[in-house]
């Protein structure tokens, strides 16, 4: 009982210095490549980059401790950081404290949702996501992941449109207006770092050497070069006036949403006292009000894209932070010598301080990460409405989330020999989450990459996994002043690289191969996914709608078929093998449960077979593969038994098993029948009922008993 609650304590059976050493040197090389990926994993995720960090402290020992698999890492990945972002970005802005609040919150639900699965041995929920949907949503998501990243690759900012590809498109037309080509040299010199080693040594940290080297360069010269200046220095009145427009533009937008949830308000009262008129006034207010907030927005982006394509150079170099030195636009400076950047406003969502404008001459990077531990706190529940806008979600996040933790487990356990059980493996991965949202976590899941090097690495148990969060520990205790020069191109390198391995063209081909139907799903999954981007729900819901009809429509129309004897000596279909079919007794197979969705359609096959076959005199329902039946199925049996008798044709059926022998007796059915109708096998009913239906027969051959092909 203690070993099935607290499964790590099967660990130390047979444990010895030896296999802690391992465990040890394979945690903390897995922590090698976690530290930077998860930083740059929590940036996808919409949030700042340390925020990956906390999502690597608790829950990859957690997962390992209370988890199935010996192998398995837990942390932040590419695909359910890119589903959080998906998730939030409609309701909050992105970095804000009101989406770090959701994002932790959201990881507490994920995590309740995974640990209730586990608990209630529910594991088998995660076969709502076909593989057909999961090859297609993985690839779209992919290309999602990796072009998210062109905006750092090159040095540019742009505000996310209502579609990806059209955020795409305005990335280009920024790229094309204005590319910094040093932030896109330390991606290039990034990727080419962990592209060489990767070839070259793979058993050495390439992730790590990237990161280290690009920072020590960074540092040295200066890539980080911002200036805060009062907007006087700005020596362009288009520019200046630009700026106050959208400040003002900004700062109406929260006067607005104040009247309008005021509004909603008003409308919720008039609506409680059955007061018509004010309900129709508030709601016109709340939709005008909605109107205006709407168009501030549209406002502030425009002007926000304006600002950003204003390039300038600045006079001299001042030593006091900008004062004293001019910035022109670059078409308009004037003779003489400038400090040799080339300087932008840094503008985001917020208001720009005219007396403390930030302007940027060089490449971006991480910035200050906080030193020591997060501080362990309840998560903020928030808002009711945006815990229920929240659960379809955390729902989506949980079961893709753990079918890629169970698939990377159940691929290593195959080269380990260990069995994994996907309930407790539900129970570690939610109790990761529900702990590490404690911490400041976002959702987390099984990592396929660092879960591969920990297992070359030599991992023994799951103890690797508490080495890895000592680690992280370690780090945010003592090493984050070092991360502040890191360049965000190298960590945009570090996500591209790492998802590149995750494409899978050959899963489309071999889904075609298997189905067409699962070929189609999974191609019109991956389209759908790309064009609703970053709607990404809609595309695995599209996947798992068509996955269900097509279930659906083979369950309400199994296949039935006509058998005849085959060359070896046993009864197949005759339609698809060629055969002739007896002129007077019909061998049906049906094949599938009989139940309330099929029962209408065997009705109607066996009564086509006797429109289409004038000298009918017996038909057997070969009934191996009816594994149940239920009332509607029972009543269309007894139907068809009373319409074949009425047209002189008798019935009988063949291989009945217990449960559906059971169902037969209990509503008197058996005895419409006749239990001399009901035979063990397909063989005892042919050889009993032959002679009977062929007396007089004019067949030569009967396609019963001899191999009659069709000439």
């Not at 391992?22 to 490549?33: K, M, P, Q, R």
């Not at 040295?220 to 106050?244: K, P």
């Not at 706190?377 to 815990?387: A, E, F, L, Y």
């Not at 759908?528 to 819901?541: R, S, V, W």
Request: glycine residues 8%.
């Amino acid at each position: 009982m203690l070993k099935k609650i607290f499964p790590f304590l099967d660990w130390f059976r047979n444990y010895d210095l030896g296999s802690l050493r391992c465990d040890a040197l394979a945690g903390l090389t897995v922590a090698l490549v976690l530290i930077p990926q998860s930083m740059a994993y929590a940036e996808l995720a919409g949030l700042p980059p340390y925020y990956g960090l906390y999502a690597s402290f608790l829950p990859p020992m957690i997962a390992a401790l209370f988890g199935s698999s010996c192998q398995l890492t837990t942390g932040p990945v590419a695909v359910v950081s890119l589903m959080t972002a998906a998730s939030l970005e409609p309701i909050a802005a992105a970095g804000s404290e009101g989406y770090i609040a959701y994002a932790i919150l959201l990881a507490l639900m994920v995590g309740v949702f995974q640990f209730a699965l586990g608990v209630f041995k529910l594991g088998l929920l995660v076969n709502f996501l076909s593989h057909p949907v999961v090859n297609g949503f993985v690839n779209a998501a992919v290309i999602i992941i990796a072009s998210s990243q062109l905006p750092k690759l090159f040095g540019v900012h742009v505000d996310k449109a209502e579609h990806h590809y059209e955020t795409i498109l305005r990335v280009i037309s920024a790229a094309m207006h204005y590319t910094h080509w040093p932030t896109l040299f330390m991606g290039v010199f990034a990727f080419t770092i962990m592209y060489g080693l990767k070839r070259i040594a793979p058993r050495i940290p390439n992730v790590l050497m990237a990161v280290v080297i690009t920072t020590i360069i960074s540092w040295a010269v200066g890539f980080e070069h911002d200036t805060f200046i009062d907007i006087s220095a700005i020596e362009s009145s288009q520019v200046r006036e630009l700026i106050m427009k959208f400040n003002k533009a900004v700062n109406d937008i929260p006067g607005l949403v104040r009247k309008r949830i005021g509004a909603t308000e008003t409308w919720e009262e008039a609506r409680s006292v059955h007061d018509t008129i004010a309900m129709l006034d508030a709601k016109r207010d709340e939709d005008v009000l909605g109107l205006q907030i709407e168009r501030r927005k549209y406002d502030a982006h425009v002007l926000r894209e304006e600002l950003r394509s204003f390039l300038f150079k600045k006079t001299g170099d001042s030593p006091e932070e900008g004062r004293g030195s001019l910035f022109y636009l670059k078409d308009k400076f004037p003779a003489g010598a400038d400090d040799g950047y080339i300087w932008r406003v840094k503008i985001g969502n917020k208001p720009l301080m005219t007396d403390r404008l930030l302007m940027t001459g060089n490449g971006d990077v991480v910035g200050n990460v906080p030193r020591g531990l997060p501080s362990l706190t309840t998560p903020q529940i928030g808002d009711s409405k945006v815990i229920l806008g929240l659960i379809p979600f955390a729902a989506i996040i949980s079961l893709l989330g753990f079918m890629e933790a169970i698939s990377i487990a159940k691929a290593m356990a195959a080269k380990t020999g260990q069995r994994i059980d996907p309930n407790q493996e539900l129970i570690g991965q939610g109790l990761a989450n529900i702990l590490g949202a404690f911490g400041r976590s976002y959702p987390v899941s099984g990592s396929f990459s660092r879960s591969a090097v920990n297992l070359q690495a030599g991992a023994i148990s799951g103890l690797s996994g508490v080495f890895t969060s000592l680690t992280v520990l370690i780090a945010l205790l003592f090493f984050t002043p070092l991360l502040h020069h890191l360049p965000q191109s190298v960590l945009a390198a570090v996500i591209m690289m790492a998802v590149i391995g995750l494409i899978n063209v050959s899963g489309f081909i071999h889904a075609w191969k298997a189905q067409w139907y699962d070929g189609a799903i999974s191609v019109i999954s991956f389209v759908c996914t790309l064009a609703f981007a970053p709607h990404l729900d809609k595309g695995i819901m599209v996947g798992v709608g068509l996955s269900l009809m097509v279930f659906l429509y083979k369950s309400m129309h199994p296949i039935v078929a006509d058998l005849s004897l085959y060359v070896d000596k046993s009864l197949h279909d005759a339609v698809s093998h060629g055969l002739r079919e007896c002129r007077y007794i019909d061998v049906v197979r049906f094949d599938g449960p009989l139940f309330f969705a099929n029962a209408s359609y065997l009705e109607d096959q066996i009564s086509d077979r006797r429109m289409a076959k004038k000298e009918l005199r017996h038909i057997i329902i070969v009934s191996n593969g009816i594994n149940d039946i239920d009332a509607s199925g029972e009543e269309s049996l007894s139907l068809i038994v009373d319409r074949v008798r009425r047209a002189g044709i008798d019935i009988s059926l063949s291989g009945v098993n217990g449960t559906v022998m059971t169902v037969l007796r209990r509503t008197h059915l058996l005895a419409k029948i006749g239990e001399d109708h009901i035979f063990p096998t397909i063989e005892d009913a042919i050889n009993t009922v032959y002679d009977h239906a062929h007396r007089g027969s004019r067949e030569e051959s009967c396609p019963l008993k001899t191999v009659c092909r069709i000439t």
